[in-house]
């Protein structure tokens, strides 16, 4: 049973930092891409960042990119974001997401997100 | 960025209805088309994946087509569990984009 469980969410001021973590099970962590997508209210979804098989690549989406960034470790089966500079406008439900491939592609399975709160 | 317009915004219909979704694409993205449902408290769900390929476990009632810019998602005889948003996603490009959403509501 593939399982994808993020953690780390929470309030968080504005110009700080947070991290997120998403836990995989079920699966070969280190044969699959894996991505953060986020669901802001009212702004749908929106694609965050990817980090291929075996962490060699990273592509961001323009609004966090030099202030996010994706890790992956593959000995732990693990996930990471790193939130710096955090703005209101990255207030969302943030995905943990795994790619049908070992790059980016779409997203075959999903964790149910855990929400971060960008407010003083 | 590839840019991806979805409509309706929000559609109303009933049980036994047939829906139809349509995403547009702002250049052409071949065949390179996924569909999702995404429910309140629930993990998103694939439905549909390179425009027409229905990912395993999903019902036959999905389908999907189109290619270059232009993309449908068809849902035969709306069930209950249907009522949703869906959205459509582009991987033609590093820069991964989604529409911007259907809400399929009870009429």
């Known amino acids: 049973q593939v399982q994808l469980v993020e953690s780390g969410g929470g309030v968080v001021q504005p110009g700080r930092s947070l991290r997120l973590s998403c836990a995989a099970s079920?699966?070969?962590?280190?044969?699959?891409?894996m991505h953060w997508v986020r669901q802001t209210p009212g702004k749908g979804l929106e694609w965050v960042a990817v980090i291929w098989y075996d962490g060699s690549n990273k592509y961001y989406a323009a609004s966090v990119k030099g202030r996010f960034t994706i890790s992956r470790d593959n000995s732990d089966n693990t996930l990471y974001l790193q939130m710096n500079s955090l703005r209101a406008e990255d207030t969302a439900v943030y995905y943990c997401?795994?790619?049908?491939?070992?790059?980016?592609?779409?997203?075959?399975?999903w964790g149910q997100g855990t929400l971060v709160t960008v407010s003083s | 960025d590839i840019q991806m317009t979805q409509s309706p915004s929000t559609l109303s219909a009933s049980v036994g209805d047939r829906v139809t979704i349509t995403c547009r694409a702002s250049q052409s993205i071949s065949s390179w088309l996924a569909w999702y449902q995404l429910k309140p408290g629930k993990a998103p769900k694939l439905l549909i994946y390179k425009a027409s390929s229905l990912e395993s476990g999903v019902p036959s009632r999905f389908s999907g087509s189109g290619s270059g810019t232009e993309f449908t998602l068809t849902i035969t005889s709306l069930q209950p569990d249907d009522f949703a948003t869906y959205y459509c996603q582009q991987y033609n490009s590093y820069s991964l984009t989604f529409g911007g959403g259907t809400k399929v509501e009870i009429k």
């Open positions: 997401a795994r790619d049908r491939s070992t790059s980016n592609d779409f997203f075959d399975c």
């Open positions: 079920g699966f070969t962590f280190s044969g699959y891409g």
